[in-house]
């Protein structure tokens, strides 16, 4: 396998790209990144220094990934999407006479998408918080809190409506109308069973992939 880079993109030095990965046109990848195997960046989107970023991850168009974002496997990120590392920023120094330095400082917060994840299109990710595995955030979603694993995410700000499956089909929307403390449901698409706790919501595998 080779890594395939448009003619057009900005590559900066320090930048790790692995095997099978495709970088496409006027994409800009700025300095000490690390990007994984047979990932896909699609055109015009920015990545900023130091963002890390796993195997087999799928980031289309017009996509704006800033510092201190920790990307792992098999993450969906869809056009459009946003990403922030600061709550309060300000362009210069409180009398406004200097412009305030861009490098990361205490002000700088951390966001993590965990393995399997998917954002949808026109989506602005906040900081200091962690999207959960095989979570699913909704085209168009504020998202300023964490999101469990599993957890179907919508709205402005986004909040958890259901929970999806590994296969990215809906597994059932919340509230749950049982009398037990736990759900089983299986999927109807794949068949992979969750265990699905109903005074957290927290979603469990019970068949995961071998």
Known sequence: MTVRIHPSAIIEENVSIGEGSSIWDNVHIRHSTQIGEECIVGEKTYIAYGVKIGDRVKINAFVYICNAVTIEDGVMISAGTIFTNDRFPRATTS????????????????????AGATIGAGCTIGNDLTIGRFAMIGMGSLVTKSVPEFHLAIGHPAKSVGCVCRCGQLLMRFPIDVTAKELVITCSACGLKYAI???TMKVTELTPPS
């Open 95 to 114: 009398d406004l006479k200097h412009l305030r330095p861009s490098d990361p400082d205490e002000h700088t917060l951390p966001t993590l998408v965990q």
């Open 197 to 199: 706790a109903k005074d």
